[in-house]
């Protein structure tokens, strides 16, 4: 079990240690070959419910980088898998749905299922979230889930879409059916948090990844509410990220709800530590574009991140949005290296 004053959490709490812990969105996986060694012959959503792969590919990352904390190998549509909903993810796609879920009757349909049966069919999860946390000793594990308005981006799509026209029109066609399914989805991902949290993970990140291609006035009335309610009540620190979400970084707080905010690389961090006050931790926001530039050249943007996080109450540091798949892994263990003042 992770001890409190492991760095990540600190931050999540609002200390300053001496240097900003590190961890990298999508660590795990894609940019690493002995993930793709391990991966060959078995479909993604069948290895995120595979307890002792999941959680090999979990602590790889952890291992080679020495980040300051793990993130659960899973996917945002895991729990749907576990609600019986038919998705798949296909390889170099993303995650393709059978039936999306479009009209008022496919909502009834959706929600007439149950989140307590996420909840119990989730016991590969808690069992792979056992094995990480014992093996990582006093470096914490985040748990996470997708936010109801980014899961319903692929759910009422089908599948991946650039600006989620679908998810967004049902808000105003029929906000009575985006609304229950929104709430179904929330249900749904708690279930997945609470799964993760009782295996033994110390901090949980909620990603509503397309959160910003909403209008401020669509997300304060058709997505904050739902988001909270999956966060509410959770006891272990909670992380609230979305990419383009400069325009909405106060309402990401959730009212406080969040103890950090996830920021992308467009805004810079004393700018987003203004906006989100004293009460929040800002992570982030290493541009992922920069992953591939001449060394000297990254390393001065990783300082400037980190002097930018000084003007927050905390700084937790990673990239802006996820590791993409041809990253170097070499180059991010030394991204790690020089936040943990060895490389200088
Ligand atoms: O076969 C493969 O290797 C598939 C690639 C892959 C992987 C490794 C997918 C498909 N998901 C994952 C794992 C995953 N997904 C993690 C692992 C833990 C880690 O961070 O190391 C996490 C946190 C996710 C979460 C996730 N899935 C998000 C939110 C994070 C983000 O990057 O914004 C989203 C949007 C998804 C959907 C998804 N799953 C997979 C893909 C390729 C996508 C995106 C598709 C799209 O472009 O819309």
Redesign the pocket.
Known sequence: MATPDAPLLRALRGDRPDRPPVW???????SLPE??EL?VGTR?LD??LTPDLAAEI?LQ?VRRHDVDAG???????VPLRLAGIAVE?E?????VFADPVRSADDVARITAIDPAEVAAAAEPVRQAVGIVTAELGDKPLIG?A?APF?LA??LVEG???KEHLRARGMMHADPDAWHRLAGWLSGVSRAFLDAQIDGGASAV?L?D??AGSLSRSDYLEFVAPHSAAALEGITVPRIH?G?GTGGILDDMRLGGLADAVGVDWRTPLDTAAAVLGPDTTVQGNIDPALLGAPWPVLAAHVDDVIARGRAARAHVLNLG???P?DADPGVLTRIVERAHGLDS
């Open positions: 990298f969105m999508r660590q795990a996986g894609r993930y793709r991966r993604m290895a995120c979990t990352p993130i659960f190998f899973s996917d945002i549509v993810i390889p170099g796609r993303g995650p996470f997708g980014t981006a692929y599948g991946p879409s990140q990603f990844s397309w990220f990419v949005h996820g590791v798949p």
